[in-house]
């Protein structure tokens, strides 16, 4: 299928273009632009076989990122508990994961997982997928504090993130730089260490994932993992990315990205063709009818106009949020993001759990 960005005019307005040059200062400050040598991220087959392989996920993506239904893993550890301030459990899992890359410490996979106060025995938990480049746990520990209180809730690290991203690489790296074949293999491995981190959850710490969260790039993750038919629970979808290469060329946060690109011989409209498929308005139908709840930003220029209205109307989904902020400004709307998430997560039952008040066995791991 040919690249489908020909169609849409993104003219950014005036204050995201201020916006544009903030983040990329902002960027810079922090590292997050600071790539080596474009070619480095390439294979000893180079850029002849970082074309091939997006070939290969351009012709099936869902088969392509898709995992087996049951994916067990090995050398499960637990490797730190603590009774907070708050009276949440707190509980961080490592363990390999089933797809690796070769990259030893991208391939052990970090789990945290925030069990509420109190006497009662949780049987389910919410999976949450992080947005690319943080840099801190913090950020989404504070921001789903709400629903931790509630019900258990669990965070995986993505590939190349937190601990898994390597000493002077900076958060995404691995991930999303000059070899467009990366940002596939990072979303397929993505796609396998979830259902790891399913089997995790049941096996080590007794809880059924019974629902999930992700924001950005994580929202996209689980929003093509579900129409790839391995998500089978409700779904909350945060400030989701939609087309890739649309992003990356007309969005806000791209220019670095765009630039590394564009120096390993890849220019806008050959990265456009190369990763295509990315572009989960074409998968997001397949989710019609189910329970989703979609939040997105009215001012959301990391994946500019039309990009998420186009989204929300493949998707169709249960219920749908526009907020008056752009892309990480959904964060600072925890409270009423929070308030809809738990509304939405009752109607659905994700929030019922297991009135057994026996906490002997997460007093002896305290």
Excluded at 7 to 17: A, E, I, T
Excluded at 105 to 121: A, I, S, T
Aim: include cysteine.
């Amino acid at each position: 299928m040919a690249p489908d960005l020909e169609n849409d005019d993104c003219r950014l307005p005036r204050w995201s273009q201020l916006t544009r040059m903030w983040i990329r200062a902002r960027n810079r400050a922090l590292g997050l632009e600071r790539y080596a040598d474009a070619m480095s991220y390439f294979g000893p087959g180079g850029l002849e076989e970082a074309v091939a392989e997006c070939e290969v996920a351009n012709r099936d993506l869902l088969a392509y990122v898709r995992p087996p239904e049951a994916v067990h893993t090995d050398a499960i550890r637990r490797d730190f508990t603590e009774r907070r301030g708050d009276g949440v459990l707190e509980e961080h899992y490592s363990f390999d994961s089933p797809l690796p890359s070769g990259d030893a410490e991208n391939d052990r996979v970090r789990l945290r997982l925030f069990r509420p106060p109190g006497n009662v025995v949780h049987d389910r938990a919410i999976l949450f997928h992080h947005a690319v480049y943080g840099r801190r746990w913090s950020l989404w520990t504070r921001f789903l504090e709400p629903l931790m209180r509630r019900v258990p809730v669990a965070l995986m690290a993505a590939p190349y993130h937190y601990e898994r991203r390597g000493a002077g690489r900076f958060p995404g790296e691995g991930m999303l730089n000059a070899n467009p074949a990366r940002v596939f293999q990072g979303i397929r491995q993505w796609c396998w260490d979830h259902q790891a981190s399913v089997d995790v959850l049941e096996r080590m710490a007794k809880l059924r994932v019974t629902a999930e969260i992700g924001y950005s790039l994580g929202a996209f993750q689980s929003t093509l993992l579900s129409a790839a038919g391995r998500i089978h629970v409700p779904l909350v979808s945060l400030a989701s990315t939609n087309r890739y290469a649309w992003g990356v060329t007309n969005g806000v946060i791209g220019h670095g990205l765009l630039g590394v690109t564009s120096r390993a011989g890849i220019d806008r409209a050959r990265l456009a063709e190369l990763t295509d498929s990315l572009q989960l308005e074409r998968y997001a139908p397949m989710l019609r009818g189910r329970p989703v709840l979609y939040v997105r930003g009215a001012r959301d220029f990391v994946d500019p106009p039309p990009s998420l209205e186009r989204l929300q109307a493949a998707l169709q989904p249960m219920r749908a949020i526009v907020l008056p902020v752009g892309h990480a400004g959904v964060v600072l709307f925890r409270a009423r993001v929070m308030r809809e998430v738990l509304r939405f997560f009752g109607e659905v039952g994700a929030l019922e759990r297991a009135a057994v008040p026996d906490m002997s066995q997460h007093a002896q791991q305290g």
